[in-house]
């Protein structure tokens, strides 16, 4: 066993520069008196002025998105909106950021700090110059996430920065579409590109731009998508100008400073209703390269200390296979919850906020990854499982202040993705590789007041949209036999997690498909619930070999599900490579289905019975897991008092008698220095302790959290358990947890103030 | 003597306007009777016939064209009142309508909302799962059936959603676009089995590629379709009882009028065709005043809605979206935001910043100055506390508005802000008309159109206020307010210049090199269709018009452009023409340099559109024009702030309603109407021309 791996905060000599560790910038920047930056903002705005400039430059950054979109075209610039074009200030605080991929918001900032602190010097940064970068270590979020950099001047001074980020179809590596599930460190992986000068003097350099499309499998692509990122840049740019000249520069700068500003006062208004405390959540990767057994624990420590936030991955496993993200990663992928949950209001503006949060990562992580880990396929793994505890441990923070608690969101679908990678000759004899989209239909996670939404996309990418049917079937080979919202999917609760859906589909106008599978989350769920809620449903690759679907097809009998054919049943690895799909073989994938929020006991019956007519609910499920008996009130209450105390035995516990200062969770009140259960105020322990010792703990099997969740040996050694803690008074689910058995119990919760 | 009668009915009034064939025009306005909105539209007729001194039977019989635009869809909509819909699908794909392309519908939604996710959740489902059938049937992308379909399965659906009590049945099957016959099959069935039943079909309406928008297009269709035919049948008979003797026309949302036969069979059309009627009259009136190049606004109570002619053509949108769902439907593309007279505003005293919309008052409460209970100050007390407003004689002396109401409120507002209750107000007006300003940039700087070229028509009640500020900030040099009488019924005025119009799609991916044969034979199927049609319309072949476009992209990619075709049947070299007009389009969409030349197109959609001439009325331009202020023309002076000034200065105000042809007027000034009060700002010069509209004109 190797040192335990230590914190930023703990380790000196180490030099975060964006070479072997990922680049974190310092407070200070260091940037070459060459460059001058404009400083100078007016600081008294009249009212009606900054409203009209403000909305102009939101409108700017809205434009340069829809550009963009436009000029690109590509189906991932459209489907799955993987862009997102932001505006900074000179010394790159964010002022707009759009609400395409939030992803990119970690991975902006810190590019343009570091093209800052190393290209101010040499080779310069003038008016008419441009940067692309895409190195991870610098702060890209994968190799294909290309983002170019373009410095605004205002008479020979830096006034500020547009940029945009956009996917690419292929920069390299040694899978089609450069998400490289078997690569065994980066130099199997894309080109990796620190910020390079590629438009100077307003001219594209011929020379960078070949050597960025050499590496490329599909360069007429990649070129056309820069010229799309290159239009948007200039439109924004030429707009920031116009404004300038309209307005005044220290105008236009005082209204950027006085958004972030605004942006400031409004989230530290927030943190001032909120006791101080730390929150933790804890989760699993599965599968870190083909035939891997194990799993790797991520952990997110949030703590709040006064105006202060402070993130740490500490005792998250040590990078590993090809599972990793780089420090911006993990980064990003916090700020969008953050600014999900906290700054919505201010149009995501996150730039004030920022300047009250701390990032403490522990490097040689799988979440803060060293050079030259494999990281290609971050975003739909490492930084989708450190986003998604980021929601529960806001969220819980948040909990207390009755007005912020409807802000409150649990995890959503997609929490990892289930990606079927296939590739091979298409119908009309054309060669092709893609990565299929359905799976950004996610759901969205219950709320504190309201359920989840079903299939409504990624909490992640708020516009977003899969394509249709028939859009696939027109561009690949395949042809669809369901596309079906899955009964059970959404994680169990009093407010109930939105479903997700799966598709099925056969090779149509092929021969074969060749496929990859790269996933996680198959064998333990990781779209958790909250607050006694459960979690969705886990991703779910089905394949049945030989099967009698054409003949079925022959007959005119469709079906609804992979279950009413006949075949061989296969068991797909998560990642497998180059398994053959042939016309009679079926492929179902289902995505993650979102988490619920509070005890399902509690939720209104009626609900319960418009979800079993929905079909959104299984009658089973309606009984085992909420306690409904169908239309029948009496014997509901009956049956869910009798599940109640089957949680606990009998009641036991004292009452405390004093007043609930504030609600810690939906079933956690603290009671001047003691925890409680906020429905009967049994004791639940000193404040100091952790209440789960105080409740009555109960290790169930993986799947009992979910209908739809299957024996997990198929695919990891260790044992995943669903514990339940709940209220020893009267049976209530104060919190479920899941987590491998050898893992202790986790410390969601501490409240210090 | 005969007539062009059109009726508009809104939430609020019904207008009707009436051309003579010598090109004299009468409008008349009565409220609008929602339990029933017939009574109201037989009612404006009425008042019509009472101003002509004629009976009501004997006004029907000189009607040589009426035509008729209606809210009742878009109420059935918003009031949830639709029919019972079945929906009969591929079996598999039953989920459509519900997964909504795994998004949340945010189309048209205030971007605040849609990142705010606990605001937000899927539409009520139009089409219940319960209410849904799959079927087994298949058709691939060749257009090829892979599997047959399963009658028993069609049968039993239908029976089962008959024992469900629906009133209408939609049937949307995969790839029908390509080959409609099983759609047709079950639509067949449905006729014989339960003939009473309303039923549509997807190719009917949609015949587009991408089964959600044509599964939504379906269904809401059926959604309407038995309000709306019942409503229409109503109507037609009560206007033949009449004396009425040709058919009735119902405006459309892609321009134009459909006949009452049509529109009951596709109700859809009419969604949202009110406000396209004011797009139609702006057309008519444009052509008559020789500009090609148009930007019309529209803004009422609680939205603002621009629109683009380029060129004499109006530009268009292939998709659209109600009540979070988005369909197919080829429509006049109206760009909406919410900013109008009761726009409310908010003051964050924290921050000292103040913001404007995009919620609104509505009537009620309304602005603070309606004295209704409306407690937040909107766009309209700003005005009002401005002086643009005039409190004793708002809408034609029909309201009287609470003066010292919208100073109170807005003093406060302004207090919050370091600011005079005028400077307050006068912020209030700079920020809604550069958001408008904004919004008409997205269609016309951002589609490729240099707004420098375009005259500006503005129209609705409390546009002309604020035409000549964002018209200026874009450099539009002309500002119209239209034809004064037929301003306040404009939409009504637009539905009788309308040509009926018939849009025919055909959809089919086809990857160039394509011989022009391929192609010619879906236009002369598109033209036989619509030849077909009309002629069961009446319509003599040389009143149709034949006008066929392409839609066509770069292979690989998802952005479609709209390409007129200059020819009826392709001769065999098109291609290199087409790919230049194709190209022209892409770059002004886009951006020079942003077409790949010489890469493989797609051609995805034929269209046709096919329009029927319709009487025109003439418009009749004054003969005598004076510079001569007549001296009923002139109101007192009232106190007026001039943001442009700073200050408070003694304004003539003009009742514009009596001015003379050639009078013109140099700003500040105020000229009021009935309807609505244009607004001259220092520097602008207001000119009353020979058609009867209010010419703005910028120094």
């Known amino acids: ?753 | 003597m005969s007539y062009l009668v059109g009726i508009d009915i809104g939430g609020t009034f019904t207008d009707c306007a009436i051309v003579d064939r010598s090109g004299h025009l009468l409008t008349t306005k009565v409220p609008s009777t929602p339990a029933d909105f017939a009574l109201g539209m037989l009612s404006a007729l009425g008042a019509g016939a009472q101003a002509l001194g004629m009976s009501l039977e004997d006004f029907c019989r000189e009607i040589d064209f009426l035509s008729h635009g209606t809210t009742v869809g878009t109420n059935t909509i918003i009031q949830k009142r639709g029919a019972k819909v079945g929906l009969i699908t591929t079996k598999g794909h039953e989920d459509v309508i519900h997964i909504m392309r795994g998004s949340r519908g945010y189309s048209g939604r205030d971007i605040r909302k849609v990142v705010h996710f606990p605001e937000t959740s899927k539409p009520t489902p139009i089409v219940p799962k319960r209410l849904i059938r799959g079927v087994s049937e298949r058709v691939d992308c060749f257009g090829a059936v892979v599997v047959t379909l399963n009658q028993a399965q069609a049968e039993a659906a239908i029976r089962e959603l008959l024992a469900e009590g629906v009133q209408a049945i939609a049937i949307c099957f995969l790839w029908s676009f390509r080959n409609s016959q099983h759609e047709l099959q079950v639509k067949k069935l449905v006729e014989k089995i339960a003939p009473q039943v309303f039923v549509t079909c997807s190719v009917d309406i949609a015949p587009k590629w991408g089964e959600y928008e044509r599964v939504t297009a379906t269904a809401l269709n059926a959604y309407l379709g038995p309000v709306m035919s019942g409503y229409l049948d109503r109507l037609n008979s009560s206007l033949k009882n009449l004396g009425y003797r040709h058919g009735l026309q119902i405006t459309q949302c892609g321009g134009g009028t459909v006949p009452v036969e049509r529109a009951g069979e596709a109700p859809l059309l009419t969604l949202d065709s009110g406000p396209v009627s004011g797009v139609t009259a702006s057309l008519f009136l444009g052509a008559a005043m020789g500009e090609k190049n148009i930007i019309t606004t529209d803004m009422g109570g609680t939205s603002f809605d621009v629109a683009i002619i380029y060129e004499g053509k109006p530009a268009y949108s292939f998709i659209s979206n109600t009540d979070q769902y988005e369909y197919f439907l080829p429509k006049i593309d109206l760009q909406a935001i919410g900013a109008g007279g009761g726009s409310l505003v908010r003051v964050d005293a924290g921050t000292r910043t103040m913001t404007v919309g995009p919620d609104s008052a509505g009537a009620f409460p309304g602005p603070v100055c309606y004295g209704r209970g409306g407690k937040v100050p909107t766009v309209t007390d700003a005005q009002l506390v401005l002086g643009y407003l005039d409190a004793e004689n708002f809408a034609g002396g029909r309201m009287q508005l609470d003066h010292a109401a919208a100073v109170r409120e807005i003093s406060l507002l302004g207090k919050a802000l370091g600011m005079t209750a005028v400077e307050c107000a006068a912020g209030i007006c700079r920020i809604v008309e550069l958001q408008m300003a904004d919004v008409i940039r997205k269609v016309t700087v951002e589609k490729g159109f240099d707004p420098r070229e375009f005259v500006l028509f503005a129209f609705g009640g409390a546009g002309p206020a604020h035409a000549a500020v964002f018209a200026r900030e874009l450099g539009v040099k002309k500002v119209i307010v239209p034809q004064r009488k037929a301003a306040s019924t404009w939409c009504a005025f637009g539905a009788a210049v309308a040509d009926v119009l018939h849009i025919f799609e055909h959809t089919e991916i086809l990857s160039t090199p394509v011989d022009a044969s391929r192609i010619n034979a879906n236009l002369v199927a598109l033209e036989t269709q619509a030849k077909t049609l009309m002629a069961s319309e009446g319509i003599a072949a040389n009143r149709q018009r034949f006008e066929f476009s392409l839609d066509v992209r770069h292979k690989g990619q998802i952005n479609e452009v709209e390409v007129a075709l200059p020819y009826t049947r392709l001769p065999a070299n098109y291609e290199a023409r087409l790919r230049r007009l194709f190209v022209q389009r892409y770059e002004q969409l886009y951006g020079r340099g942003s077409a790949l030349h010489g890469a493989t197109l797609e051609y995805v959609v034929c269209r046709l559109r096919a329009r029927a001439l319709t009487p025109r009325p003439r418009l009749i331009r004054a003969k005598n024009t004076t510079r001569k202020i007549p001296a009923a023309a002139i109101r007192k002076k009232r106190a007026i702030y001039w943001p442009d000034l700073k200050k408070h200065r003694a304004t003539p105000v003009y009742d514009g309603d009596a001015l003379a042809s050639g009078n013109q007027i140099k700003g500040p000034a105020i000229v009021e109407t009935a309807d609505t009060s244009v607004v001259v700002h220092p520097g602008s010069t207001l000119k009353f021309d020979t058609l009867g509209n209010f010419e703005l004109t910028f120094q």
């Open chain 1, 1 to 753: 066993m190797n040192a335990p791996l230590k914190k930023l905060t703990e380790l000196t000599g180490l030099a975060f520069d964006g070479v072997r560790s990922g680049y974190v910038p310092p407070k200070q920047l260091k940037i070459s008196p060459k460059l001058k930056l404009h400083r100078k903002a007016k600081q008294e705005l009249d009212p009606v002025t900054f409203e009209v400039v403000r909305h102009a430059l939101w409108n700017v950054n809205e434009e340069h998105g829809a550009t963009i979109q436009r000029l690109s075209g590509s189906p991932v610039a459209m489907y799955a909106l993987d862009l997102n074009p932001s505006i900074l200030t000179e010394d790159a605080e964010f002022v707009y950021f759009g609400p395409y991929m939030q992803y990119m918001s970690g991975v902006t900032d810190t590019q343009v700090k570091w093209t800052l602190e190393n290209r101010s010097d040499n080779p310069g940064i003038r008016d008419g110059d441009m940067f692309l970068a895409n190195d991870p270590w610098v702060g890209a979020a994968h190799q294909m996430d290309v983002m170019l950099l373009c410095p605004v001047f205002y008479k020979g001074e830096l006034f500020c920065w547009v940029t945009n980020c956009l996917h690419q179809y292929d920069i390299g590596g040694i899978t089609p579409g450069s998400f490289c599930p078997s690569a065994r460190d980066a130099f199997d992986e894309g080109i990796l590109i620190p910020p390079v000068k590629i438009i100077e003097n307003n001219e594209i350099r011929r020379d960078i731009e070949e050597i960025y499309l050499r590496s490329s499998r599909k360069p007429a692509a990649v070129a056309l998508d820069f010229r799309a990122q290159l239009a948007g840049n200039i439109t924004a740019r030429d707009r920031v100008q116009t404004l300038i000249k309209r307005y005044g520069a220290d105008t236009v700068k005082g209204v950027m400073k006085k958004i972030i500003d605004d942006g400031e006062k409004a989230f530290l208004k927030k943190l001032a209703r909120l006791p101080d405390g730390i929150w933790r959540d804890r989760t699993y990767v599965e599968c870190c390269r083909p035939g891997d057994r194990q799993v790797h624990r991520v952990l997110l420590t949030l703590r709040k200390e006064n105006n202060r936030l402070v993130f740490e991955n500490h005792g998250t496993a040590p990078q590993v296979g090809g599972i990793n993200a780089t420090y911006s990663g993990w980064r990003g992928a916090i700020m969008v919850a953050l600014n999900e949950l906290m700054c919505w209001e201010q149009y995501y503006a996150v730039g004030g906020a920022l300047r009250h949060v701390d990032f403490n990562p522990t490097p040689g992580t799988l979440n803060c990854a060293d050079f030259p880990a494999s990281v290609s396929t971050a975003p739909v793994q490492s930084m989708e499982i450190s986003l998604y505890p980021a929601y529960n441990v806001l969220s819980k923070m948040i909990y207390p202040d009755p007005e912020l608690r409807r802000d409150v969101m649990c995890i959503g679908g997609t929490s990892q993705w289930p990606a079927t990678i296939f590739r091979g000759i298409d119908q009309w004899g054309e060669r092709y590789g893609y990565i299929l989209v359905d799976p950004i239909g996610g759901a969205i996670g219950a709320f504190s007041h309201a359920d989840g939404i079903s299939t409504g996309g990624q909490a992640r990418t708020p516009i977003c949209k899969l394509p249709n049917v028939e859009h696939t079937e027109q561009s690949f080979p395949v042809l669809f036999l369901y596309r079906k919202e899955i009964t059970d999917s959404g994680g169990a609760g009093k407010f109930r997690g939105g479903l997700s859906a799966e598709s099925c589909f056969i090779p149509h106008g092929a021969d074969s498909i060749t496929h990859d599978t790269l996933s996680s989350g198959n064998a333990i769920p990781t779209s958790t619930g909250m607050m006694g809620g459960y979690p969705g449903a886990v991703n779910r690759y089905r394949f049945l070999r030989e099967s009698n679907v054409l003949e079925k097809m022959q007959r005119s009998e469709l079906v609804n599900d992979i279950d009413e054919l006949t075949g061989q049943t296969e068991t797909l690895g998560l990642r497998q490579q180059d398994f053959q799909q042939n016309p009679a073989d079926v492929y179902a994938v289902l995505w993650s289905a979102a988490g619920g929020f509070g005890d399902p006991l509690e939720r209104d019956p009626a609900k319960v019975l418009a979800d079993v007519e929905n079909g959104d609910v299984s009658t089973d499920a309606a009984k085992v897991i909420y306690g409904v008996i169908l239309g029948n009130p009496e014997a509901t209450a009956k049956h869910r008092a009798q599940l109640r105390l089957q949680r606990i035995g009998k009641p036991s516990g004292k009452k405390l008698g004093q007043k609930v200062q504030f609600l810690a969770t939906e079933n956690l009140a603290v009671r001047g220095a003691r925890w409680s259960c906020a429905k009967c105020a049994t004791d639940l322990g000193a404040r100091k302790e952790n209440y789960k010792a105080a409740c009555v703990r109960i290790d169930l099997p993986i799947q009992a959290s979910n209908p739809i969740v299957g024996d997990p040996h198929r695919y990891i050694d260790p044992k995943p358990q669903f514990r339940q803690f709940c209220c020893p008074g009267c049976g209530l689910a104060i919190e479920n947890e899941i987590a491998i058995a050898s893992d202790p119990l986790l410390k969601d919760v501490e409240i210090s103030r």
